[in-house]
Structure formats: C-alpha cells, structure tokens
C-alpha cells in the first residue's frame, strides 16, 4: 500500500537532489560572520538588538561578524535559534564555522525513517474520502491519497510528470487553474504563502517559482470571486469544477516537523475537507468506484 500510496515520490525526490537550495549560495558568503550578518539583516534586526537577545556584547558580535572573533559552537546555535533560522542553513552556519553539521538531512526514503513515512502514509490514507496531499519544501508533490489523482483530470500531462510541482499544477493555464471558480483569490493565497516561506528561508528556488507562478496569465473567463470562510494562515476556501459538478473545499496545511531532522521539518501535509454535503457525498461516491486498497 505505502508504494501505491506514495505513487509520485521517486521522481520528486531525486529531482530535489538534483536541483539543491541554499538560502545563501555556498561560495558568496563563504565566512560565517557573513553569513550571521546577511540572516540579521534579512531579519531586520541591529547588532545592538542580536546581542541583547543572544546575551553577548554588541562589540563580541560585532568581532563575529567581521571575522576578528571565532564563535563558539554554542554561540553559533544560539546567534541561530535568535535569528530562527531554519534547520538546512542552521548546518551551513555551522560549517562555515568549522563545526560539524548538527541536524540530520537524509532521503524521505531512508530505513531510519520508516515511521515517519508510515505516519504520513496513515495521516494520508485516513483522511479519504477527502484528498490531501504532502509536499517537500519546494512544493514537489512526495504523496498523496487515491482522491487526489481524481481530481486532476483535464490537466495537460506533461504537468504531472515527476517531479509535480503542486502550486505550478494549481496555477498554470494547462493545469487546473480554468477549473478553480475562486482562481483569483485561490492564486493570491497562495502567492502570499510563498513569499511568508521566501522571507523565513531566503530560498531562491522558491523566488523563481513565485517569479513563475505570477507570470501565468489569468483564463479569459477567471471569476474575482471571493469565498467566504478564509482565516489567513489557518484555512482557505477552494470551489473546483469537476465532471461531477462544483466540489466546495477548505484546505488546511500541517507541517509534519522536527526539531532535529531537515527532511521532517520541510515536509507538509495539505489536507482538503468538503464545504457542503454535495461534496462529501459526491466524494463518498468517487471512493466506492475505486478498488480496494
């Protein structure tokens, strides 16, 4: 089951490998008190206000970032736990340190873990009848449940080839954005999302995919139709038409994090509940088409 559950993950994966993010290109900012000081000022804070959060002296930091003053490891995870910056760059700030990286980044598909793909496989499958999907940090689809592929007829195929990219299979003119009723409020959301994300990560993967997304024009026929219901960062409307008629959804996103491991913190599960009973029953129709799992 967990293959024909994770039917879209290889692809995703490997391209992600192929294709890695730094928030800071490896080579430009090579010595960590450049490093320190383009994360301070990417979070618009002084010298004065890092030093007072980190419990240093401002001159101490100021030894750091100018390279006169080598930063303790402890001192590196506490200028980076101030500054909340992301596990992946947390590694590179350490190495740039002379230290060793402290948190793990391996393979979605590696032994060790197991049961966190169980766990996102069981999240996955029990929420059927409703689909939901989780996404890496590029929003590459890694898996979903057997409603979502349902709902992707009429996309032009060379959009779901591996690795699929959920936002560009969202949003694009040959994808299932003619098919969105709300697509004008659907793409303002998720263009706020993305750059929420940009400004956490500085990732510049994610800024050409935004540059990407926001160069997509709109179908002749795109509504400014506002749902009701949005709760910024929590839930978002989506109306979808479908051969079965108008499907009425709330999202929600969960991030499926860790503290200690890159792969978990990146990952992400979007999950989409029926709005109306048309749609849970329709749904509930298309699950007892499919065979058993």
């Given at each position: 089951?967990?293959?024909?559950?994770l039917?879209?993950y290889?692809?995703?994966?490997?391209a992600?490998?192929?294709?890695p993010s730094?928030?800071?290109?490896?080579?430009?900012?090579?010595?960590f008190?450049?490093?320190?000081?383009?994360?301070?000022?990417?979070?618009?804070?002084?010298?004065?206000?890092l030093?007072?959060?980190?419990?240093?002296?401002t001159?101490?930091?100021?030894?750091?970032?100018?390279?006169?003053?080598?930063?303790?490891?402890?001192?590196v995870?506490?200028?980076v736990?101030r500054l909340?910056?992301?596990?992946?760059?947390?590694?590179t700030?350490?190495?740039?340190?002379?230290y060793?990286?402290?948190y793990?980044?391996?393979?979605l598909?590696?032994?060790?873990?197991f049961?966190?793909?169980?766990?996102?496989?069981?999240?996955?499958?029990?929420?059927?009848?409703?689909?939901?999907?989780?996404?890496d940090?590029?929003?590459?689809?890694v898996?979903?449940n057997?409603?979502v592929?349902?709902?992707?007829?009429?996309?032009?195929t060379?959009l779901l080839?591996?690795?699929?990219n959920?936002?560009?299979?969202s949003?694009?003119p040959?994808?299932?954005?003619?098919a969105?009723v709300?697509?004008?409020?659907?793409?303002?959301?998720?263009?706020?999302?993305?750059?929420?994300?940009?400004?956490?990560?500085v990732?510049?993967?994610l800024?050409?995919?935004?540059?990407?997304l926001?160069?997509?024009?709109l179908?002749p026929?795109?509504?400014?139709?506002q749902?009701e219901?949005e709760?910024?960062?929590?839930?978002?409307?989506?109306?979808?038409?479908?051969?079965?008629?108008?499907?009425?959804?709330i999202?929600t996103t969960?991030?499926?994090?860790?503290?200690?491991?890159?792969?978990?913190?990146e990952?992400a599960?979007?999950?989409?509940?029926?709005?109306?009973d048309?749609?849970?029953?329709?749904?509930?129709?298309?699950?007892?088409?499919?065979?058993?799992?």
């Amino acid at each position: 089951m967990e293959i024909g559950l994770l039917w879209l993950y290889d692809g995703a994966m490997n391209a992600s490998a192929q294709h890695p993010s730094h928030s800071v290109p490896r080579g430009t900012l090579s010595a960590f008190g450049q490093h320190l000081r383009h994360w301070r000022q990417h979070r618009r804070l002084s010298q004065l206000e890092l030093a007072q959060e980190a419990r240093i002296s401002t001159r101490h930091l100021s030894y750091v970032e100018t390279g006169r003053s080598v930063p303790s490891r402890e001192m590196v995870l506490r200028l980076v736990a101030r500054l909340d910056i992301p596990l992946r760059e947390r590694n590179t700030l350490l190495v740039a340190a002379g230290y060793a990286p402290m948190y793990r980044e391996r393979p979605l598909d590696d032994p060790a873990l197991f049961a966190a793909r169980q766990a996102v496989t069981l999240l996955l499958q029990s929420h059927e009848p409703y689909p939901a999907l989780a996404v890496d940090r590029h929003w590459n689809l890694v898996a979903s449940n057997r409603m979502v592929p349902l709902l992707l007829a009429g996309a032009d195929t060379t959009l779901l080839q591996a690795p699929v990219n959920v936002l560009r299979l969202s949003l694009h003119p040959q994808g299932l954005a003619s098919a969105i009723v709300n697509l004008v409020q659907w793409r303002g959301h998720l263009f706020e999302r993305l750059r929420q994300q940009i400004a956490a990560t500085v990732d510049p993967q994610l800024q050409d995919l935004l540059d990407e997304l926001q160069a997509y024009p709109l179908p002749p026929a795109a509504s400014p139709t506002q749902l009701e219901g949005e709760h910024v960062g929590v839930v978002m409307p989506l109306q979808l038409r479908t051969a079965q008629g108008v499907f009425s959804f709330i999202s929600t996103t969960t991030i499926f994090g860790s503290p200690v491991d890159v792969t978990l913190q990146e990952l992400a599960v979007e999950a989409f509940f029926p709005a109306d009973d048309f749609t849970r029953q329709a749904l509930q129709h298309l699950q007892a088409t499919l065979p058993p799992s």
